[in-house]
């Protein structure tokens, strides 16, 4: 399965725009980018996913690199209920998500 | 909304018995769905894939006969940890990808923390 590379953790302050990247370099044509995240002491939660283009939806924004080997998630407004494990996944087709490390999102109000 | 219902959220079980973990599918049908365990600090661990109406397949370390996998409807399955023990204290997780077609976005169970004592 191909891997993706995230930063263990990263902090933001409260109502700014935070920036989650995602390294893929050995992503396939037919891998989906996906992104979920995990509150504490719950299941994970789907976020955002994409194959090219640009993605919107009412949670958060996917921008994926032209080359589609890094993607990054788009949080506009952060608040304190989005500090949250965020995990990027690659999907290939299986709908069998194999999980990395994730990135560790603190919010500071 | 798609919601994937997870039960119990805990349980604390003595060592040597059982525990049967359910996994249902609300407003939805899942032939396929995933079982996964947390240890803390760490991430989701894939355990098994449950399929509706035949053998679950289990990922490479996971003993079938220890985690037992039931998928006999279209909206439920059910994990029973087999003769637990502490060492299987852990969060066990299901999910569910909202449709059959591939890379569909996948709804996920609130989860089971596992107490064996």
């Known amino acids: 399965d191909a891997k993706t590379t995230q930063p263990n953790s990263m902090e933001s302050n409260e109502e700014e725009p935070v920036h989650l990247p995602c390294n893929h370099s050995?992503?396939?044509?037919?891998?989906?980018i996906h992104w979920y995240r995990q509150l504490p002491s719950q299941g994970p939660e789907y976020v955002i996913h994409?194959?090219?283009s640009n993605v919107n939806n009412r949670m958060a924004s996917l921008a994926i690199a032209e080359d589609r080997k890094s993607s990054t998630l788009i949080l506009h407004r952060a608040t304190l209920r989005d500090a949250a494990v965020y995990y990027c996944?690659?999907?290939?087709?299986?709908?069998?998500?194999?999980f990395g490390g994730g990135t560790r999102l603190m919010v500071k109000p | 909304g798609a919601v994937v219902s997870q039960h119990p959220s805990w349980v604390i079980c003595k060592s040597g018995t059982s525990v049967k973990i359910e996994c249902r599918s609300l407003?939805?049908?899942?032939?396929?769905m995933f079982w996964y365990r947390q240890f803390p600090k760490q991430s989701l661990m894939l355990m098994a894939t449950?399929?509706?109406?035949?053998?679950?397949?289990?990922e490479q370390g996971v003993e079938k006969d220890k985690f037992l996998i039931n998928h006999a409807s279209l909206t439920l399955s059910t994990l029973t940890v087999t003769s637990a023990h502490p060492e299987d204290s852990s969060f066990y997780i299901c999910?569910?990808?909202?449709?059959?077609?591939?890379?569909?976005?996948?709804?996920f169970g609130q989860g089971t923390r596992l107490t064996v004592v």
């Open positions: 999910s569910a990808p909202r449709t059959a077609a591939p890379n569909t976005e996948a709804f």
């Open positions: 050995t992503i396939s044509g037919t891998d989906y």
């Open positions: 994409g194959l090219t």
């Open positions: 996944i690659l999907n290939n087709a299986g709908n069998m998500l194999t």
């Open positions: 407003d939805f049908q899942a032939t396929t």
């Open positions: 449950s399929n509706e109406g035949s053998k679950a397949t289990y």
